[in-house]
């Protein structure tokens, strides 16, 4: 039993039932949850020999150091999962020396989460109210945030059976979404079908921060993305909870990463759960992956201590993976099932 497995077991152990499903679930039949993970399944690895010395994991993007290419994926409610919630998870990032995306729905403040020290960078819904949207950006970038991540494949939210099946449509009395409170108002989160690459545009023009934009699974929309000045591309399909039956995100970055010809740098995330999958992703043309669930399920499992124990336990596998498959990193060392 692998520690994720543990940890996950933990997590659905201590939450209640409503909160476990509400990190574990997904859209619709949970189709597109279950295929990020089987994705890679499907890939095996063909190691080159007698390259030489591994190369050092660590990974820089947008000007922020990682001592190995995986991130903290943005995920919403980390005080649903543990008291210490976001702080846990800013400490735990800053200790092993990577980069926290801060959700935009976090139930801490981010700058409660600067003061820890972490690499941060800022996720964002793009509001239909752009004045509310822009005091957002502005105070994250004064917070210290390093870059901006928009996430653009939620027009509508996705409808996940469990929630609905929970009653789950709010926060327990004494938690909020932190990071849209203004005084003693808290506005919750709109979606809209409306927003279009011309807020991209605005936003490059209210913020110093790089653009990333997260969400991005089709050749043609990477290369949109880039046109309209993104500085990294996210390969996502939001962990399968935004619209089930699309297909896994690991089968979606090479044609993205071959879209953009080496424009700008290139992420994935969904479904990662090895040091193999970590590697794989590198083989295929990702700089670095971004950790979602497994985080979360460290954090429920054992606080700050249990987050630690993940991304330590991560980047292990990653230097043994690498050391093991040898070099250079590039499709031809995977091949499929």
């Known amino acids: 039993m692998s520690l994720l497995t543990r940890f996950e077991a933990a997590a659905r152990e201590r939450l209640p039932q409503a909160h476990y499903d509400y990190f574990a679930g997904g859209a619709g039949d949970e189709s597109t949850v279950a295929e990020n993970e089987a994705a890679f399944g499907r890939l095996r690895l063909a190691p080159r020999v007698l390259s030489g010395a591994p190369p050092d994991p660590a990974v820089t993007l947008l000007g922020c150091r990682a001592s190995m290419p995986l991130l903290i994926a943005p995920t919403a409610f980390h005080r649903l999962a543990h008291p210490d919630g976001e702080l846990a998870t800013a400490r735990a990032a800053a200790a092993e020396e990577t980069v926290m995306v801060v959700s935009m729905a976090s139930t801490t403040p981010v700058e409660a989460l600067a003061d820890t020290g972490a690499d941060l960078w800022f996720q964002l819904y ?9 005091r957002i950006v502005a105070r994250a970038e004064k917070a210290g945030c ?21 009653d789950f449509h709010s926060l327990p009395e004494g938690l909020a979404c932190e990071n849209l409170r203004e005084g003693d108002v808290v506005r919750p ?26 969400g991005v699974t089709h050749p043609a929309d990477a290369r949109l993305a880039a046109g309209h000045g993104a500085a990294l591309i996210m390969v996502s399909n939001h962990g399968g909870r935004q619209l089930d039956r699309t297909a896994a995100a690991i089968d979606l970055l090479p044609a993205v990463v071959d879209a953009l010809v080496g424009a700008v740098p290139v992420t994935v995330d969904g479904g990662i759960r090895r040091g193999t999958d970590v590697v794989t992703a590198l083989a295929l043309g990702a700089q670095a992956v971004l950790l979602g669930r497994p985080v979360l399920w460290g954090l429920a499992a054992a606080g700050e201590a249990g987050v630690r124990e993940v991304l330590a336990w991560f980047r292990a ?16 060392v995977v091949r499929p099932c």
Do not use: C, Y
């Not at 793009?126 to 822009?134: G, K, L, N, S």
């Not at 596998?317 to 250079?328: S, Y």
């Open 126 to 134: 793009v509001q239909p109210d752009m004045a509310f949207t822009e």
């Open 146 to 166: 390093r870059a901006l991540v928009v996430t653009a494949d939620s027009p509508v939210f996705g409808a996940r059976p469990r929630d609905l099946h929970n």
């Open 189 to 214: 989160i709109e979606f809209s079908p409306e927003i279009s690459w011309a807020r991209l545009d605005r936003l490059r023009e209210v913020t110093d921060m790089p653009l990333v934009v997260k």
């Open 317 to 332: 596998e990653i230097e043994l993976a690498t050391a093991l498959v040898g070099g250079p990193l590039d499709p031809s």
